[in-house]
């Protein structure tokens, strides 16, 4: 009864930690393990203790025996992961261990204790929050535009996808942790400059992400009826800047242009059943525009061939188990063509399952829910329509002919694009701010920016799961260390308390943990009611509403008085 990763793996590695036999692989340290869609346990090494259930952090591990039946794929590609072996051939346990990746070990100077800021409050952040504090006496402000943290994993994780918020409760638990701080409601570049947080910190990390997506140069795209599908998440997800977006599904398809996961996720969504998605945390205002959707097919449309599909084999595993999913005959053929070619497994595994999908003709005669079409081949050159769109003209790639397909929502999802921060260089054409390890780099000089260091999106670039920022964040914070502990950082001018004045007398509304903590318990009573997860709050005031006084000097004084606690 070997365990079996499931869809919901976030890659953070907490199992590979945890495994006394070290059967889950890639670890950290092994070459593959930036690209891996997932992580794999082998069958035939596992000794089925459940350490690993017990360390994920998203609940994605089960006996394979206790799979939920969507899940049972993640069987076979646990298993392929591994070379392959006579059958019912066990290997010898091993008490090999995965190699631990040293903690960064502070070396206490100065009169302040290692103080960091860290701008965001999402993934990368709050891995790198983590490391921090699991040595003595640093102290972590984390900053937060929003009023609520916990950034993708609140506003861009889609809302049936439960399971990967449960990280909510990891980070939920370090928020805890003494010597950690919350300054939510507090916007970087707006209140504060990053002067000011240097002035109150031996360092500065960003963890800012990739905030904007990419746009799509062709004619067409301001029209009303275009858009990006990362906009459409943050307006199902509730985040407050996207409340208002004009989401008009009163016309019968969609497409969208990119076939990576954010573009999975927003096709999902839009072809899932608006009963079953009001179970989840899906923002009211997007489940009623849902309710009376005409929509009856997405289309998902990718430039290049399946083999080049930029989705993963576990996001289409689960987009197969919960939706009707076709291909055209042309779209067939090119499978079967790439099922020729292909070497990589898991690409082959992809393909097969695209290879196993309904035609277009023969899908169900009589849908009850829309569908999603793969479209391959098409490369997007302008969006028709007089006042609105109306279709999307493509050429197909690499030759003149042109293939309309008619659509009155037409949503870009080609990929995040961070934006440069103020006062620190960017690399525009990457998106990134230039670093080497997490320490930003001053491109003129090629020398280290004092006190700045990077982590995440903003770091790396927009790849890889919620847990790739786990070992990221880690690798920030030993460049962190060591500049700390080399006596490179400058010391604070003033100590916590002087951080909470500053910080109040920029923002009178700054909001920390109790703050965030009455926002958070008022959404879950708010489920508790409709037996959902929780109701978000989607608009600014009405999150500022549930702070007690947050306007005033008491907030000062719970911040004063969380200060001496830690
Ligand atoms: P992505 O995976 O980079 O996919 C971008 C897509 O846009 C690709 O199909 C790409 O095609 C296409 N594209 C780029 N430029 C284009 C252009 N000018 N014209 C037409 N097509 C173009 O981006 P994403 O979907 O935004 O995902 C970002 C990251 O978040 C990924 O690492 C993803 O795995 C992760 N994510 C994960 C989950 C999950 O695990 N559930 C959910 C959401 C996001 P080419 O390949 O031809 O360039």
Redesign the pocket.
């Known amino acids: 009864m070997p365990h079996v990763i499931s ?1 919901a793996c976030c890659n953070d590695a907490s199992c590979v930690f945890a495994c006394p036999v070290y059967c889950i692989h890639p670890s950290p340290d092994e070459p593959d393990f930036a690209t891996a ?1 997932m992580l794999y346990i082998d069958p035939d090494a596992c000794v089925d203790c459940g350490a690993c259930v017990r360390a994920c952090p998203v609940g994605a591990i089960y006996p394979d025996t206790a799979l939920p039946a969507e899940q049972l794929p993640f069987i076979e590609i646990n298993k392929s992961y591994y070379p392959k072996r006579p059958e019912g051939v066990k290997l010898p346990p091993t008490s090999k261990l995965a190699p631990i990746l040293p903690a960064a070990e502070v070396h206490k100077r100065g009169r302040h204790p290692l103080t960091v800021a860290i701008v965001g409050s999402g993934p990368a952040a709050m891995y790198a929050a983590d490391e921090l504090l699991t040595q003595p006496g640093v102290l972590v402000n984390v900053f937060e535009k929003l009023p609520t943290p916990y950034g993708l994993v609140r506003a ?3 809302p049936d ?1 439960q399971r ?1 918020k449960l990280v909510t409760r990891l980070f939920d638990e370090i928020s805890r942790r003494r010597g950690f701080n919350f300054f939510l409601n507090v916007e970087v570049g707006k209140h504060l400059s990053h002067a000011d947080l240097l002035d109150y910190h031996h360092a500065v990390l960003y963890a800012s992400g990739a905030l904007h ?2 746009r ?2 062709v004619d067409g795209m301001d029209l009303a009826g275009t858009g990006t ?2 906009e459409l ?1 943050g307006w199902y997800n509730g985040h407050p800047d996207f409340v208002d977006l004009p989401v008009d599904l009163s016309h019968e398809r969609v497409v969208i ?9 927003v096709a999902r969504i839009l072809t899932s059943d608006p009963d079953k998605l009001a179970g989840t945390d899906i923002a009211d205002h997007a489940l009623a525009v849902l309710r009376d959707s005409r929509v009856q097919e997405v289309v998902i ?4 061939g399946p083999i ?5 084999l ?2 289409l595993v ?1 987009l197969t188990q919960t939706a009707e999913v076709v291909l055209d005959a042309e779209d067939h053929a090119r499978v079967r063509n790439d099922l020729a070619t292909v070497r990589d497994d898991f690409t082959r595994q992809k393909l097969e399952m695209l290879a196993k999908l309904g035609s277009v003709d023969s899908a169900t005669a009589q849908p009850t829910r829309p569908r999603i079409r793969f479209a391959y081949q098409l ?2 050159a302008r969006v028709l329509g007089e006042n609105r769109a109306a279709a999307v003209e493509f050429t197909v790639t690499g030759t003149d002919q042109v293939h309309r397909i008619d659509a009155g929502l037409v949503l ?5 694009h961070g934006t440069p921060i103020a006062d620190l260089p960017f690399d525009d054409a990457a998106g990134v701010v230039p670093n080497e390890g997490g320490r930003v780099i001053d491109p003129a000089t090629g020398q280290p920016v004092p006190g700045a260091y990077v982590s995440g999106w903003i770091k790396r670039g ?5 847990g790739t920022n786990k070992s990221d964040s880690l690798n920030t914070i030993q460049a962190l260390v060591a500049d700390y502990n080399a006596g490179q950082l400058s010391e604070p001018i003033g100590g916590p308390r002087a951080v909470a004045r500053m910080v109040h007398a920029r923002q009178p509304e700054v909001i920390d943990a109790a703050g965030w903590k009455a926002i958070d318990s008022a959404e879950i009573a708010r489920g508790d009611a409709q037996n959902r997860p929780r109701v978000k709050f989607t608009r600014v005031p009405d999150m500022l509403e549930q702070v007690e006084d947050y306007s005033g000097v008491p907030l000062l004084q719970n911040l004063l008085s969380a200060l001496r606690r830690n």
């Open positions: 869809q869609e861009g994780v889609a996808h990967t997506d990419r799509l140069e599908a990362t998440v242009v990119g076939n990576g996961n954010v573009a999975l996720d449309a990718a430039r290049r080049d599909s930029a989705f993963t576990p996001e689960g490369t997007p870009t999802s080609i990929g995040y927009t790849n890889g799961f919620i």
